[in-house]
């Protein structure tokens, strides 16, 4: 065997090695990603029964108005109730977003978005309402999906809308769609604060709160619409200028 045999061999067997170490690490990161999201999981479930019951019971002391209305306990008792119900929400939004990252897209179907929007709007009402805000929209497509991952999508990214509207300013939101190819872009515009350009990417971070001042909120929202939109085979992306309000777009695939 001559000098480049000898060293083209050492090459390809550098290279096995190397490849297999390779398939070996991915190996032992996808058992502790794995591990992770069950220890999530797991955390979620334990933390779920207690949290309740402590809502539960503050409920029902707060029946007691003539005991604790007015008084500092009456506050300290609110302050539970406040805080019990926004930690359940968190393990629910917690929960719910480490299962669609365990659990595959469950039976796609066609699914007609004016129809479900509308559903969606009707079911927000209070809180268009009481935020004075409007949503328009008109002849959306029919794309495949699962309705409630769906609806769930819809809902996080409108209620992102209302939360971050302007002082002062009625709220608009305006959705439209555009078919490119085998897809439809659809774009839900508002006129709220915005975010920084340089922050578009981390907007879609788990427990990722850029105004963290502004407005409460489990820091979920966002990542739970993106892994909807990534398990429907999409992608989802944001534009702001900071100043106008902002823009989300997401691709879902055409059913007509």
Request: hydrophobic share 45%; aromatic share 8%; with cysteine.
């Amino acid at each position: 065997m001559n000098e480049v045999e000898q060293a083209g061999e050492q090459l390809f067997d550098a290279a096995t090695a190397t490849r297999e170490e390779l398939v070996r690490k991915t190996g032992e990161l996808t058992r502790v990603i794995e591990g992770l999201e069950m220890f999530t999981c797991n955390v979620a479930h334990d933390l779920f029964e207690p949290l309740r019951a402590i809502r539960v019971y503050s409920q029902m002391l707060q029946k007691f108005e003539h005991l604790v209305k007015g008084s500092e306990a009456g506050k300290h008792l609110a302050f539970m109730c406040s805080g019990a119900a926004e930690a359940q929400i968190l393990i629910e939004d917690l929960l719910l977003y480490a299962r669609m990252k365990r659990v595959g897209l469950q039976s796609p179907q066609p699914i007609n978005l004016d129809q479900l929007l509308s559903s969606v709007i009707s079911a927000m009402n209070p809180r268009l309402q009481e935020s004075e805000a409007t949503v328009r929209f008109s002849s959306l497509p029919m794309v495949w999906g699962q309705e409630l991952e769906l609806k769930r999508l819809f809902i996080n990214l409108l209620t992102n809308a209302l939360k971050y509207r302007r002082e002062g300013i009625q709220g608009h939101v305006d959705l439209v769609a555009e078919a490119r190819g085998d897809e439809f872009v659809i774009a839900i515009k508002d006129n709220g604060i915005g975010f920084d350009t340089l922050d578009a990417l981390e907007i879609f971070k788990p427990f990722k709160r850029l105004k963290q001042d502004f407005a409460s909120g489990t820091g979920l929202g966002l990542a739970i619409a993106k892994a909807i939109v990534e398990r429907h085979g999409g992608r989802i992306w944001a534009t702001s200028d900071g100043v106008t309000g902002a823009t989300f777009f997401f691709t879902l695939q055409r059913a007509d």
